[in-house]
C-alpha cells in the first residue's frame, strides 16, 4: 500500500537531470523547466545555494501533482535538500469529479545525490499522511500515516525516469469513515518489512513488500456493535502493479492468529487460527476504458477455532471439527463507469467460476458455471450450478449445539429447500441459476425473474 504514496511523493523531483557531475539547487531547478514534461513554477526567492518555488505544478500522465511551496538548498555533503511545506493535491484521471487525493510530505527529509549515470533519491519521515475522499457515497473517506519511513529511490541522471525503489516502515495507521455510517480504525504494525518496486513508463509499475511478522488491529461496529479485532501473522508479502490498464495485487500470510472482541462476536470473544492465506485481484485501473482481464482469487487453508474458543462454542462436541477450507477462483472481463451515477450493469462483461471449493464442519460446496453480461437485466446468458453435501447435518448440528436458534434454523431449512433440489449426478443438494437473454432468470427452473 505505502509504495504508491512514495511514488507521489517523488513525481515533483524526478524530471530529467543532466550528466553534470555536481547537484545543486540550481541545476534541479533549471532542468525542471527545460524537460519533456517542465515543471510549472513561481521562483520567489533565492540565495546562495536556495531556491524557493510557489505554485509547483507537474503534469506526469494520468495525475496532475500541485504544491503550493518547496525549497532546494545545497548542503555540505553535495546532496540538495528537498523541503515540501504542506500537503501535494492530486488530480487523477479516472476518478469522480469531486473527488480529492493529497499526500503531505512536509515532515519528512528528502535529499538526492549523484552515483555515477543514477541519481538517488532518500526519503526518511516519522509521519508522511495521504487522504482519499469523495469518491461517492459507496467509498469511505480514507487517511493513511506512514510511521518510521525509510525509501530510497533510483533515477536515470539523463532521462529522469524512475527506475526502482526500496523501501520500509514500521507502522501503518488507517482511517476509514463512510459517508452515512461508522468508523473503522486500522493499525498496521511490522516486523522486518522491506519493500521495493521497478517502473516501466510513466504509470506501469511493478511492486513487491515482504515483513517477518504483521500485526493489524481493527475496530469497527458491525450492526451496531463495537467490533475490536487483532490478527496476528507471521513471514508474507504483499505485492501489486499496473500495466495494460489493469491494477494487480496480491497477498501472502501464514500462521495468522485472528482474535475477536465485543457483543457482536458469539460465545464471548472468540479466536481462530489460520495455516495460510492467499488473496490475488486484477481489476480495471481507469474508467472509461474497454473491458479488460479480471481475476480474483481467494485461499485460505485450515482455518479453525482455539480450543478455548471451541469449548465455549460447542461444549458439547456437537459440531464436526474439521479444519475450514476456501477455495475461489473467478475470473472474466469488466470496465469502470465513466460516471458516478453512470449504474454497474454493462460494466461486467463476463464472469467465470473456474473453481470454488468451501469447506468445513462437515458440509461442502463446490461451484462452476460462465454467464455473460451477468449484471445486466436484458442482455445476461449462462448458467451457474452450486453442489452441496452435508448440508442438512450441519444445520441440525448447529442447531443442536444452541449456536442456530429454532426459529432460524427453520428458516435456513426452508431456504434450502426452496434454492435446492437433489443433486441428480450424484449426492448432495444441486442449485443451477440460469440466466436468459430475455432477462429472466431461473433457479432449477423456478423463474426468479
Do not use: C
Request: hydrophobic share 40%; net charge negative.
Amino acid at each position: 500500500m505505502f509504495r504508491p504514496i512514495l511514488a507521489i511523493s517523488f513525481a515533483l523531483i524526478s524530471t530529467s537531470l543532466p550528466l553534470s557531475a555536481e547537484i545543486t539547487a540550481d541545476t534541479l531547478w533549471d532542468v525542471w523547466q527545460s524537460g519533456d514534461r517542465p515543471v510549472e513554477a513561481r521562483l520567489v526567492d533565492r540565495e546562495a545555494g536556495t531556491l524557493v518555488l510557489e505554485g509547483v505544478t507537474f503534469r506526469g500522465g494520468a495525475i496532475t501533482y500541485r504544491a503550493d511551496r518547496m525549497t532546494l538548498a545545497d548542503r555540505e555533503d553535495g546532496r540538495v535538500a528537498v523541503a515540501i511545506e504542506g500537503p501535494i493535491d492530486m488530480s487523477i484521471r479516472g476518478l469522480p469529479e469531486g473527488a480529492v487525493a493529497m499526500i503531505d510530505p512536509s515532515d519528512a527529509e528528502i535529499l538526492v545525490d549523484r552515483d555515477g549515470d543514477d541519481l538517488t533519491y532518500d526519503i526518511d519521515g516519522d509521519g508522511l499522511t495521504a487522504t482519499l475522499s469523495g469518491m461517492g457515497p459507496s467509498f469511505p473517506t480514507a487517511d493513511y500515516r506512514l510511521v518510521d519511513l525509510k525509501a530510497t529511490f533510483v533515477a536515470d541522471a539523463a532521462s529522469g525516469a524512475l527506475r526502482d525503489m526500496t523501501a520500509s516502515v514500521g507502522r501503518l495507521l488507517a482511517q476509514f469513515v463512510l459517508p452515512d455510517g461508522p468508523g473503522t480504525d486500522v493499525d498496521l504494525k511490522f516486523d522486518g518489512l522491506t519493500g521495493g518496486a521497478t517502473w516501466q513508463g510513466d504509470r506501469d509499475y511493478e511492486t513487491q513488500t515482504n515483513f517477518d511478522a504483521l500485526t493489524i488491529e481493527l475496530e469497527s461496529v458491525v450492526l451496531g456493535e463495537p467490533l475490536d479485532v487483532t490478527l496476528r501473522a507471521g513471514k508474507g508479502q504483499f505485492s501489486g502493479g499496473l500495466a495494460d490498464l489493469v491494477a494487480t495485487t496480491q497477498l501472502d500470510l501464514s500462521d495468522v492468529l485472528a482474535v475477536a472482541k465485543g457483543d457482536a462476536v458469539p460465545r464471548d470473544d472468540g479466536a481462530a487460527t489460520m495455516k495460510s492465506l492467499h488473496l490475488a485481484a486484477r481489476v480495471p485501473a481507469f474508467a472509461g476504458t474497454d473491458p479488460v482481464p479480471v481475476s480474483l482469487e481467494i485461499d485460505a487453508r485450515d482455518v479453525v477455532p482455539t480450543a478455548a474458543y471451541w469449548t465455549r462454542l460447542d461444549p458439547d462436541a456437537v459440531l464436526t471439527r474439521d479444519p475450514m477450507q476456501v477455495h475461489l477462483a473467478m475470473s472474466g472481463h469488466a470496465s469502470l463507469p465513466q460516471a458516478e451515477d453512470a449504474g454497474w450493469a454493462e460494466t461486467v462483461s463476463d464472469l467465470t467460476i473456474d473453481r470454488m471449493r468451501l469447506s468445513g464442519l462437515g458440509t461442502e460446496i463446490t461451484g462452476k458455471g460462465q454467464v455473460e453480461m451477468p449484471m445486466s437485466p436484458r442482455s445476461a446468458d449462462g448458467t451457474l450450478s452450486f453442489v452441496a453435501t452435508g448440508l442438512l447435518d450441519t444445520i441440525g448440528a448447529l442447531g443442536k449445539s444452541g449456536l442456530l436458534l429454532p426459529g432460524p434454523e427453520l428458516g435456513a431449512r426452508m431456504g434450502l429447500a426452496f434454492a435446492t433440489m437433489p443433486n441428480p449426478d450424484g449426492d448432495g443438494l444441486l442449485s443451477k441459476v440460469k440466466f436468459g437473454p430475455d432477462g429472466t432468470i431461473r433457479m432449477n427452473e423456478i423463474v426468479l425473474r
